[in-house]
């Protein structure tokens, strides 16, 4: 199971965390990572992160900006997202694939084997 919290309205420039708590099963050895999905438009990757925490890789939309980072003991992760803009309006769901694919590999839905029930971010202008 995984639970994401931390959304919310923010203004323009405002900054968010997002947090992402795994339970029923330790994720310490999986690659994990944040979609997001607009009104109207499909889920996309935000940000995958590597199981030791090494290895990260970010959408280009929000290279920069956004960070991800997990902590293993408290089988968690986080999105620190700053600079955020009314683009970036979405419901962000955190996601883990099977424990063989990597954070590199796992930009597409279809390598995702654990979602979270997402929380909405809402950047006013």
């Known amino acids: 199971q995984l639970q994401a919290f931390g959304g919310g309205l923010v203004q323009a420039g405002g900054s968010l965390r997002l947090s992402c708590a795994a339970s029923?099963?330790?994720?310490?050895?999986?690659?994990m990572g944040w979609f997001r999905q607009a009104p109207g438009k499909e889920r996309e990757f935000v940000a995958t992160i590597s199981w030791s925490g090494s290895l990260t890789y970010y959408a280009d939309s929000v290279k920069g900006r956004f960070t991800i980072s997990r902590d293993n003991a408290k089988n968690t992760v986080y999105l620190q997202m700053n600079s955020l803009q009314p683009e970036d309006t979405a419901v962000y769901y955190c996601a883990a694939p099977n424990p063989f694919t990597t954070a590199q590999a796992m930009g597409t839905d279809q390598q995702i084997s654990y979602w979270g029930q997402g929380t909405l971010v809402t950047v006013s202008s």
């Open positions: 029923g099963r330790t994720f310490s050895s999986y690659a």
